[in-house]
């Protein structure tokens, strides 16, 4: 159990844990300063017989001094993070050849699309959905779609190559969630959202559902694996094998 | 005019002959609405901590039956065990009543109404009838909520903020009546509201004693102003979609359904366009009071009396531009995202403004430590963990990872409860003996200040630790989680530092209830301020004064040089005072 | 004597996975008795495989890789999870005793067992959860009010019904692929089969009755069957690969 960030499994963890890390910096400095002040204000100036108050309506000066810093600070703490934001979230920040994965949220579990051989993602329709049989709704007229391979609640990925994510749901607002990727989007019902990241370290991660999203929100769990290059085509070819196989009883 | 001519002047106790239903039930005295909301507030505190008390059950110790668990029926604990439907309805439900009933109520309903009337010099509020039907509308809005919680499928169970879809489809939350009493309550409570904004924004502006300029009225009247504002712009927003909630939810409209041509979306930027400035309504108040009890306490004039009143209108003007902030990873337009960063690290800036001003009125004081002065500080130095947490959240990469964490419950906690709470705690006291007649117990009111102090501490401090490890909101069991499991002896401390916390406020509740039969008689002016309310007697009557007093300086005139006593109320005419030219405005 | 045979009959054939034909609640003593088999024509189609591994402790019960069972067609040509209930011919006012025993539905292995059974209005339904984890039951009535909750460790919950439906739908929310559905009736009349194919319908007054067999694949085949006093009669019906 650590006291401070999850460890680091993706190329966003580190900017964002140095913002973190920045952000404590600076409150932690006006944390003591406020404080400590406090502290010493109480016991300084505790009432004492005999004592009086020093009689002041204020000084213009510190009044400016204490608005410009928290002001000038909190300008350049925002410019100095939009740059982020606008790499991880902004609509032109997916790269090119992120691998594209499609996750579907519903009440209660992930449903997780792979593009297969062709590296496509074949479309998806609402209309088509069938419990079991069809839980993503793959329009299997669509040749796109015709090797998709979908898992439930297993997210694999190659290490080391953007993966951009297509988020879906079927009913209510839902949110993936993965802690050591720093990674958050909202899945939101009649919206196709694509959120991406690049995994860094191979090992077995978790999803978790990051909106309340009825009763049995806290168990909407999925295992996440970050295989080599190597291991992932192995897995994918395994499973694309299997659904062949699963046709018949 | 020696002070007590001047005060028996002010005060005639006049023939009051009004029956018992009208004096104390329905009635349209500030004073006693004010009271009225007190009990009220004070029930729905003890609700919301009974709510409390389940949901940190539950989350230090899953799976495990519940003292007393067996007494609620088999729809809500089986065998004693929590059920996860009654989980997320004990989360919903504890949000909507602290919010709501408990520190909306008590910050506005109570202090509002009881305070500005007497801090202006007025008789009463301008519209004494609208301020009882205010009273009233929020007593049906309590008694709807509170009976939700009992019908059939139990209390609405989409958090207190109530995203849709999940609570317009009763198929998919698995609570049907009581999700449609949450949105029939809300709307009540609007009503209720804008009500009570609308009297406590006309009687500010209209019925201020002579001499009381816009610059002489006490900050805790600056701050209800500004808050009923805020209140009457952003309630109505609230209500309206809480219309447009419970007709998706009984006549089967779709401005939330994405399948019909709505937007689940649609319902965030509504509740947050009022969610925000209502957490601006929520903490306003209590900076006013803390202003009050801070240079009371300290026996010094509020530290920049002018920057306070200019921060308190800039946290509010700001407070309309920032509610996309609880939106960053909804699925808005991401440039949102920039825009919002931007206003909402700016809110940051008067609120510290006006942490360093209470600084600099505690700086060279001759600092008094009575309950309420002891509570004043609490709320400066919480409120101050609460606000800088703020910070790490307006930084909108870094909130994309503790969005919808336990981070985030921490920050909630400690502006309201660290801050809006402890205010509570030092204004109930304070203004006790005006309200009752009685002093409460100091020595109670600082065992009980210390000891909520430190349990409140060891219960929401280590949240921002298993938030920082990604520990989700509303969850039923963390331990289904692998990176969660090392967590739960933390989970297990915080619960326990709750039950601590929530046996303490015993401490508070029967020093408040004790002190009403056997408490001190209080005299005029227990605490040696200066506000207008001191100089009437304790309990204040009927009324308040036969001519309103006359009022010559600002209300925070502490040891003011050439004046013996340390404090200087604002009606005492000095001998160097002028009588104002004309009355600020008229309408007793 | 018949009736605790029957009883005990009921609370045996509700267990774990349907064994037998599993006869209605409460038979008149005099009453006729119409059985059959329900019989498949054709290639049965594969049933779609589970994918239970991430859920260890009910994917631990399985030996071999469970399949959702759709289309459970047995060894002698007979179709297992049809339900069979006497449609038309009962007097029209007709009423009742509503069994004090509840019909029991049990969560284990992540499946439903049994799949598919008849309950009548107003009995208790015991929804059992032998796997220790969190399922979430929702029925998906149409005629009687939809419920949904959830078992997050061994219990039993109870439920009734109001209303005629046949039939209502289970579903668990946190396993998709977990189904069953339920003949809500205002009579005993009914039979679900298991792994013989055979349904019996006991106590029937005399007259003519219209039997109908449901299947969730494969839709509804009905038998019009004339019953005398205490005689017993065969009707088997027969579903047809498509």
Request: charged share 15%; with cysteine; glycine share 8%.
């Amino acid at each position: 159990m650590t006291w401070w960030l999850p460890p680091q499994a993706s190329t966003f963890a580190a900017p964002i844990d140095w913002m973190f890390t920045a952000i404590l910096i600076i409150t932690g400095i006006t944390f003591v300063l406020v404080e400590v002040g406090l502290v010493y204000f109480v016991i300084a100036y505790r009432n004492r017989p005999g004592r009086k108050a020093f009689y002041t309506h204020g000084n213009t000066r510190a009044e400016v001094i204490w608005t410009a810093i928290p002001a000038v600070t909190m300008v350049i703490l925002g410019l100095s993070s939009n740059g982020l934001w606008v790499k991880i979230k902004g609509r032109n920040s997916v790269p090119a050849n992120a691998y594209p994965i499609g996750v579907h949220a519903k009440q209660f579990e992930w449903w997780f699309t792979y593009p297969g051989a062709d590296g496509k993602l074949g479309r998806v329709s609402p209309e088509l959905i069938q419990e079991t049989v069809n839980p993503t709704g793959l329009d299997r007229s669509d040749p796109a779609a015709q090797d998709d391979i979908v898992i439930r609640n297993q997210l694999h990925v190659p290490v080391g190559r953007p993966v951009v994510v297509t988020l879906t749901s079927e009913d209510v607002i839902h949110s993936f969630y993965v802690p050591q990727f720093r990674v958050r989007q909202d899945a939101v019902p009649g919206m196709s959202i694509r959120v991406w990241f690049e995994a860094t370290v191979p090992g077995t991660y978790e999803v978790g559902c990051s909106q309340l999203c009825g009763m049995s929100h806290y168990k909407m769990r999925a295992r996440v694996f970050v295989h080599t290059q190597a291991e992932y085509d192995a897995w994918l070819q395994q499973e694309a094998a299997k659904a062949k196989g699963a046709s018949t009883s | 005019m020696s002070t007590v001519a001047a005060t028996a002047h002010a005060v005639h106790a006049h023939h009051d002959d009004r029956s018992f239903v009208r004096k104390y039930v329905f009635s349209t005295d500030h004073k006693i609405i004010g009271i009225q909301f007190l009990f009220l507030s004070l029930f729905s505190l003890l609700v919301g901590g009974v709510l409390a008390m389940q949901i940190r059950w539950q989350e230090g110790f899953p799976g495990q039956p519940m003292p007393g668990g067996k007494l609620l029926p088999e729809t809500m604990a089986s065998g004693g065990v929590l059920l996860p439907e009654y989980y997320i309805e004990l989360v919903t439900m504890h949000g909507t009543f602290m919010v709501f009933f408990a520190i909306m109520l008590l910050l506005v309903g109570v202090y509002a109404n009881f305070l500005i009337p007497l801090k202006l010099g007025a008789h009463d509020m301008a519209f004494p009838r609208i301020n009882m039907a205010s009273f009233w509308s929020a007593f049906v809005a309590g008694i709807l909520m509170f009976a939700s919680m009992f019908v059939p499928e139990g209390a609405a169970r989409a958090g207190w903020t109530m995203y849709t879809p999940l609570s317009a489809r009763h198929d998919l939350s698995g609570s049907s009546l009581g999700q449609e009493l949450w949105s029939i309550s809300i709307i009540f409570f609007g009503l209720s509201s804008v009500l009570g904004s609308l009297n406590y924004i006309s009687t500010v502006i209209n019925n201020r004693a002579p001499g009381m300029t816009w610059f002489r009225m006490p900050l805790s009247v600056w701050a209800l102003f500004i808050t009923a504002i805020l209140g009457l712009l952003a309630v109505p927003v609230l209500a309206g979609a809480a219309i447009m909630l419970l007709f998706e939810q009984i006549l089967g409209t779709h401005f939330f359904d994405p399948g019909a041509g709505g937007q689940a979306l649609l319902w965030q930027h509504l509740f947050w366009f009022f969610g925000h400035p209502e957490v601006y309504i929520l903490i306003l108040p209590a900076m006013g009071m803390v202003s009050d009890l801070v240079a009371n306490g300290s026996r010094k004039p509020i530290f920049g009396y002018h920057s306070m009143v200019f921060a308190i209108c800039g946290i509010a003007f700001l407070g309309w531009i920032v509610w996309g902030h609880h939106m960053f990873v909804s699925g808005m337009n991401p440039t949102l995202g920039s825009t919002f960063m931007v206003s909402t690290l700016l809110i940051a800036v008067p609120s510290a403004i006006k942490v360093f001003n209470w600084m600099g009125t505690m700086w060279r004081g001759n600092i008094q430590f009575h309950t309420p002065m002891l509570n004043a500080i609490g709320f400066v130095a919480m409120f101050t963990i609460g606000g800088l947490s703020g910070i790490f959240m307006a930084a909108t990469p870094l909130d994309m990872f503790i969005h919808d964490t336990y981070f985030i419950v921490a920050h909630l906690h400690y502006v309201l409860f660290g801050g809006s709470l402890f205010a509570i705690f030092g204004a109930i006291p304070y203004w006790y003996p005006k309200m009752f007649g009685r002093l409460m117990s100091d020595r109670w009111g600082k065992v009980h200040f210390y000891l909520t102090f430190l349990f409140y501490n060891l219960t929401f401090f280590p949240m921002h630790i298993t938030g920082m490890a990604g520990h989700m909101r509303r969850i039923y069991d963390p331990t289904v989680y692998d990176f969660l499991k090392p967590y739960q002896p933390m989970n297990e401390f915080i619960s326990i530092s709750a039950f601590l916390l929530f046996a303490t406020q015993i401490i508070f509740f029967v020093n408040f209830w004790w002190s009403l039969f056997k408490g001190e008689k209080a005299p005029l002016n227990p605490w040696h301020d200066n506000g207008l309310e001191w100089t009437l007697p304790s309990p204040a009557p009927h009324g308040n004064w036969e001519t309103p007093p006359t009022v010559y300086r600002g209300p925070y005139e502490f040891s003011a040089p050439g004046v013996s006593e340390d404090y200087l109320p604002q009606n005492r005419k000095l001998p160097t005072d002028r009588e104002p030219a004309l009355a600020p405005a008229h309408g007793d | 004597m018949r009736r605790i045979g029957s009883v005990a009959a009921i609370g045996a054939g509700f267990l774990v996975c349907a064994l037998g034909s599993t006869p209605g609640a409460e038979a008149a003593l005099d009453g006729a008795t119409v059985t059959g088999k329900v019989k498949f024509v054709g290639k049965a189609p594969g049933n779609p495989a589970i994918d239970m591994s991430e859920e260890a402790k009910c994917a631990a019960k399985y030996t071999t890789p469970p399949h959702e069972p759709i289309v459970q067609v047995n060894a002698n040509g007979t179709l297992a999870n049809v339900f069979v209930y006497v449609k038309t011919g009962l007097p029209a006012d007709a009423k009742y005793p509503t069994p004090a025993t509840p019909v029991e539905i049990d969560q284990n292995g992540c499946l439903y067992h049994p799949r598919v059974f008849g309950i009548m209005v107003g009995q208790t339904l015991a929804i059992k959860n032998s796997d220790g984890i969190l399922h979430n039951i929702k029925a998906l009535g149409k005629k009687n009010r939809p419920f949904n909750i959830s078992q997050p460790v061994s219990m039993t919950t109870n439920r009734s019904f109001t209303a005629v439906e046949v039939m209502l739908p289970f579903a668990c929310n946190v396993h998709g692929w977990m189904h069953a559905f339920a003949g809500v009736l205002p009579h005993p009349f009914f039979s679900a089969t298991g792994t013989d194919g055979s349904y019996s319908i006991k106590g029937l007054p005399p007259g003519t009755y219209t039997i109908e067999a449901w299947h969730e694949k494969y839709g509804t085949q009905t038998a019009t069957v004339t019953v005398k006093a205490a005689e017993a009669k065969t009707a088997d019906l027969t579903f047809t690969a498509k």
